[in-house]
């Protein structure tokens, strides 16, 4: 099977008063299509460099990176920008949703960015927003909404344009431990449904539900 994510030798640094600061170390990493994968680690421990890397918002100094048939390391800033609203869907701890719309709106940016047709963009929130179980609360805006109702306008907003890959940050860092189940159930679903889902969490009790975990210490892969 023709891996959906492969990383291979990245290494990654960043400028800090003493020098450079080596955050990954010869990372390699190969990810399937439909497989539900935990990238776990400490704060500090390069994760959430990694989940930047394979969601195309940064760049390895060196190493390869491929997604689908995209090589990554051969793109510009525009081609990586068009990468990321077709092909991930981004889900973070801080819902980043834009107060002023509704969940509606909130979900149809992205496809607005990728200039789908009013009435399609319509039809295709619409769907996301029943997937998480919010049809009822199309016209609410983020303050209208619980914490978890907010994740869940996030989700619906990731998975509107269907998007191949779904990175979760920390997804339920900010909730109550009943919404965060509720937002693990529709990932698991996702994955169910055929999505690739990864998340990066350092909570155990999260990691241990996906299907395979990645453990990355200092920079490393450890598992």
Not at 126 to 155: F, T
Request: net charge positive; glycine share 8%; with cysteine.
């Amino acid at each position: 099977m023709k891996h959906l994510i492969e990383l291979s030798n990245i290494e990654k640094y960043y400028k800090g008063k003493s020098g450079d600061l080596h955050v990954l170390k010869n990372i390699s990493l190969a990810i399937n299509r439909g497989e539900f994968a935990a990238i776990t680690g400490s704060s500090g421990s390069g994760k959430s460099t990694l989940m930047n890397i394979i969601g195309c918002l940064d760049v390895p100094d060196s190493g390869s990176y491929t997604l689908g048939d995209v090589n990554i390391m051969e793109t510009n800033d525009k081609k990586r920008a068009f990468i990321r609203n077709r092909k991930i869907g981004f889900i973070f701890q801080g819902f980043n949703l834009i107060h002023a719309l509704t969940a509606m709106e909130n979900v149809q940016l992205p496809l607005i960015y990728r200039g789908v047709p009013y009435h399609e963009r319509q039809l295709a929130a619409k769907r996301a927003l029943k997937l998480v179980g919010l049809e009822n609360r199309l016209d609410h805006k983020p303050y209208e909404l619980s914490g978890g109702q907010q994740q869940r306008v996030a989700i619906a907003r990731a998975i509107a344009s269907d998007p191949p890959v779904i990175l979760a940050d920390e997804p339920t860092g900010s909730l109550d431990p009943r919404s965060g189940k509720i937002v693990l159930e529709i990932l698991t679903e996702l994955n169910r449904r055929g999505r690739t889902v990864v998340i990066i969490t350092h909570d155990e009790s999260i990691a241990v539900l996906a299907k395979r975990r990645i453990c990355i210490k200092d920079g490393k892969i450890t598992v």
